[in-house]
T-cell receptor, first 114, second 115 residues
Framework: ETGVTQTPRHLVMGMTNKKSLKCEQHLGHNAMYWYKQSAKKPLELMFV???????ENNSVPSRFSPECPNSSHLFLHLHTLQPEDSALYLC?????????????FGPGTRLTVL | QKEVEQDPGPLSVPEGAIVSLNCTYS??????FMWYRQYSRKGPELLMY????GNKEDGRFTAQVDKSSKYISLFIRDSQPSDSATYLC???????????????FGQGTILTVHP
């Protein structure tokens, strides 16, 4: 595997379900990001981890819970979601956050909440 | 007012045309400016990156930044059907600490280049 991978690619869940999104980067980076991409809206930064420490929580509802066990893996735990949470969830990584570094994106998980 | 404004299009042009994509922004602290390209069912990929004002050219692509007008542009010369994608502008202040990772994106412009 190369670059940034995300699983699953598609997910359909009910509002009472609990599920998790997984992201893995094979680039040796130290910063990882979760973004939400909704139709006709700009990409929204949700969370940032730099060297496994959370450095940004962009006022995301608590029904989204991130986890970063190491610099290569990032999870987004989902519970009690709402239909308006349906979107493409993108993971990205960069060398780190302390200088400008290119962010590399995964292909995303298309989430549908029924 | 949105921090970054980008015309969502869609924009449809014939092959070989010159394409101009633009974004305006309101935060004068933005210093780093990027253009990402996103193909259908893929994540965005960095196309061009510019620091502060000026022009940058890479093959058929030219990025321009005018900080005095808070306006950035991406020009595509001799456009090809393979250029059909969504183009996203993004920017960050790079004001130190961990701010470099906080990108603010435009809405994206959907471009179709037809043969």
């Amino acid at each position: 595997e190369t670059g940034v991978t995300q699983t699953p690619r598609h997910l359909v869940m009910g509002m009472t379900n609990k599920k998790s999104l997984k992201c893995e980067q094979h680039l040796g980076h130290n910063a990882m990001y979760w973004y939400k991409q909704s139709a006709k809206k700009p990409l929204e930064l949700m969370f940032v981890y730099n060297f496994k420490e959370q450095t940004e929580n962009n006022s995301v509802p608590s029904r989204f819970s991130p986890e970063c066990p190491n610099s290569s893996h990032l999870f987004l735990h989902l519970h009690t979601l709402q239909p308006e949470d349906s979107a493409l969830y993108l993971c990205a990584s960069s060398q780190d956050q302390t200088a400008y570094n290119e962010q590399f994106f995964g292909p995303g998980t298309r989430l549908t909440v029924l | 007012q949105k921090e970054v404004e980008q015309d969502p299009g869609p924009l449809s042009v014939p092959e070989g045309a010159i394409v101009s994509l633009n974004c305006t922004y309101s935060n004068s602290a933005f210093q780093y400016f990027m253009w990402y390209r996103q193909y259908s069912r893929k994540g965005p990929e960095l196309l061009m990156y510019t620091y502060s004002s000026g022009n940058k050219e890479d093959g058929r692509f030219t990025a321009q930044v005018d900080k005095s007008s808070k306006y950035i542009s991406l020009f595509i010369r001799d456009s090809q059907p393979s250029d059909s994608a969504t183009y996203l502008c993004a920017m960050t202040t790079g004001a130190g600490g961990t701010s470099y990772g906080k990108l603010t994106f435009g809405q994206g412009t959907i471009l179709t280049v037809h043969p």
